[in-house]
Nanobody, 126 residues
Framework: QLQLVESGGGLVQPGGSLRLSCAAS????????IGWFRQAPGKEREGVSCISISGRSTNYADSVKGRFTISRDNAKNTVYLQMNSLKPEDTAVYYC???????????????????WGQGTQVTVSS
């Protein structure tokens, strides 16, 4: 059974960078589209980015376009979210999620995903 574990969160100053990792165990990520989501206190969960099984298709929320980059290394069973030029409004718990699919696409709709990690806290503050 596929399990996901996020890591790489922490405290960073505005303008700084972090790289989040979503590592899989129990099964391969190779046939799973992966999404990154975040939830700030008092706010609804937001889709941040996603990547298709091949990695050739990606999507980003407008709020992170040009600053965040999603990638995957199927050999390492891991998906990454590189976050640059971080802003205080990026502060949230970040989650990765997986959906088994053969379609060469992904969406940032949380309802599309069936397996979730436990989340990692990202705090952007001076």
């Amino acid at each position: 059974q596929l399990q996901l574990v996020e890591s790489g969160g922490g405290l960073v100053q505005p303008g700084g960078s972090l790289r989040l990792s979503c590592a899989a165990s129990g099964s391969t990520l190779r046939l799973n589209a992966i999404g990154w989501f975040r939830q700030a206190p008092g706010k609804e969960r937001e889709g941040v980015s996603c990547i298709s099984i091949s990695g050739r298709s990606t999507n980003y929320a407008d709020s992170v376009k040009g600053r965040f980059t999603i990638s995957r290394d199927n050999a390492k069973n891991t998906v990454y979210l590189q976050m640059n030029s971080l802003k205080p409004e990026d502060t949230a718990v970040y989650y990765c999620a997986a959906r088994a699919t053969i379609q060469p696409m992904c969406v940032t709709d949380a309802q599309w995903y069936g397996v979730w990690g436990q989340g990692t806290q990202v705090t952007v503050s001076s």
